[in-house]
């Protein structure tokens, strides 16, 4: 039945509700139609990953926080400006800078995440460092993301449409929150993380792919 609704949203033959199109974003089956995003996010601000497949090299936009930073700007190219994001997630999550910028893929980079790090039957799909990445699959499913904490929906939300992007977070353990650029709002860890998890790795790194146009 999922599948079934999948390629009914894809074709625009059925109204898709959010939980569809979140199936869509995300592998959560065992034969998981390519290309798809190894992830639970649910947030609106995620990508297409139809879209993501048609990127070029420099519309895919990488930033992780170095050594110890846990605040950083993701800027793009040029005059691009950020259309949505791939990846936005803090926790156990494959996948670096350094293999964007060698334009590596599956075969090239570290883990070639659906089958190294998850036990998916199909994956490689986007040919480019989108591949290299994703919420490492964990627990007694293999074949589902694991569990990790995502950049807040109304932080991305100021973000989308512009040149750049302040992404920052400061704390220790469960304590740990979000802030924005002037440190007037706050958002806990813990109200960001994906469906159905109830705890996430405490010693995991931020790292965010964007899709630049």
């Not at 297409?48 to 950083?72: H, W």
Request: charged fraction near 20%; hydrophobic fraction near 30%.
């Amino acid at each position: 039945m999922r599948r079934l609704i999948a390629t009914l949203c894809l074709l625009r033959l059925a109204a898709c509700s959010v939980t569809d199109l979140n199936f869509l974003k995300t592998a959560e089956t065992e034969d998981p139609s390519c290309p798809y995003l190894i992830t639970r996010n649910p947030n609106s601000y995620v990508c297409d990953p139809q879209s993501v497949a048609r990127a070029g090299f420099f519309n895919i936009k990488c930033k992780e926080p170095y050594l110890d930073q846990t605040s950083m700007t993701l800027t793009c190219p040029g005059n691009m400006t950020i259309s949505c994001f791939i990846y936005a997630s803090y926790g156990d999550v494959a996948g670096s800078c350094w293999e964007c910028h060698r334009k590596q893929q599956c075969g090239t980079c570290t883990d070639c995440v659906w089958k190294d790090r998850c036990g998916f039957s199909t994956g490689g799909c986007f040919n480019n460092c989108v591949d290299c990445f994703g919420e490492v699959c964990d627990g007694d499913d293999y074949s589902v993301p694991g569990c990790a904490v995502y950049f807040p929906e109304s932080f991305a939300q100021k973000c989308i449409g512009s040149h750049s992007c302040f992404m920052a977070y400061r704390g220790m353990g469960y304590d740990m929150y979000w802030f924005n650029e002037d440190d007037s709002e706050r958002i806990s860890f813990h109200s960001t993380m994906g469906d159905n998890c109830r705890n996430r790795d405490v010693m995991g790194k931020f790292k965010v792919l964007a899709l630049c146009e």
